[in-house]
């Protein structure tokens, strides 16, 4: 009976026919004539039958659930070794002195390697010699407690532009193989080929120093203004020495604190929807004085961030120049005019005087008359002269000479202009 016992407590396939041949055999016991004669044993055996079927039934559904848990157990494997090798980032299993023991397809296409180079190797030898050493050091630590970790290396190839990997991983029980039925506690890595994103964030990084150093060199004021807000966050040297202040000074005040005051919600980019201003406006320096300024403003992402970009050149000097220069056209306007006046009215003038001279000396009294006539001529000359001096409309000048030149009293009153040398065109009826 103990033999008996100890073959229904095995697990092995073949207790299902067994437990059923031995339900068979004590069937056979239960129903021999020889039990008739000791009614006790016969019972005892019986409550042990029963407690056998039992115990059977229970083995067998337990034996189903094991089958079916075994059937679980290697889908999940196979669809952990789909996963494993058709992952779309390179797939590692290490030990724990940093040996290869699985390599997915993937990363076999990353380090342009067959499995049978890989597996059993070193993964430090497949990096660069510069980050060989780098990966040693952090190997034991990233091994204990790689959660949270992710570290770039350069693979080691060919010279040339270089390729990059970024590690990541964590701990668990692996098989050293795929066969393996005993898992052990290895490292799982992910490597993921980060070339394109390390070349784009060093054109990144290539571009901002570009941009600083065009910031800081350039010829004119730059101011970088934050879009939201308003307020500045980088200015250059040459926007500092317009409004006569340091950088602290600038930094996180409002702009239209410093540049084109205005009434808040007037900003043309960012309150009007203008994709850039070109104009002429104010700055105010640190004493308060308004600096006429050329502003050039356009909207900008570095970072993510939005800002906005305002460069403007320092007006001053040509505004000027410009207010010199007209106030020289006006003093060579206003010399002009009066060497016209003196060239029109001396002539009268001297006449006048010629003949008032001769009728002080004359006594005949045809030649008083006539000399007076003269007199009275010139007058109406001069009258003539100060008509169209009023009726200026325009600016005209002519030759004069010693290479000057004076205003065209004539053609700038609009009046069609006299022969030259004849002083008695005017009638005396024009006065």
Known sequence: MRKLMGVLMTHDKTYHHLSLQLICDMDSVMNNDALRVHPGLREQIGAVFQRIKKFNAELIARNEELQRANRITESERDNYIQLFNNSPVGNLILDRSGIILQANQTFQEIVRQRATALVGKPFHRFLNENDEALFLYRFPEFFQNPRKKSETYRLNEDPGEPRFIQVSGYKGWFHSKPGSTVPENNLFLCITDVTKRVQAEKDVRSLKDRFQHLLESAPVGMVIVDYETLTIVDVNAQAMAILGTCKEGLINKRCNDHFCPAVSGSCP??????????????????????????????????????????????????????????????????????????????????????????????????????WSQRINENAIRLGKVTRRLMNITQFETKAYIGGKKIVDIDRSSGYPPREQGNGEDIGSNAF
């Open 269 to 370: 980019i960012k309150d009007k929807g203008q994709t850039i201003d070109r104009s002429e406006r104010e700055a105010v320096d640190r004493d308060g004085r308004r600096i006429p300024i050329l502003k050039t403003v356009i909207p900008i992402d570095i970072d993510e961030n939005k800002l906005l970009l305002e460069c403007f050149l320092d007006l001053s000097e040509q505004k000027e120049a410009e207010k010199q220069k007209l106030k020289s056209e006006k003093l060579q306007a206003a010399v002009e005019m009066v060497g016209a006046v003196c060239h029109e009215m001396n002539q009268p003038l001297q006449a006048i005087l010629g003949y008032s001279q001769l009728v002080a000396q004359e006594r005949e009294e045809n030649r008083l008359i006539r």
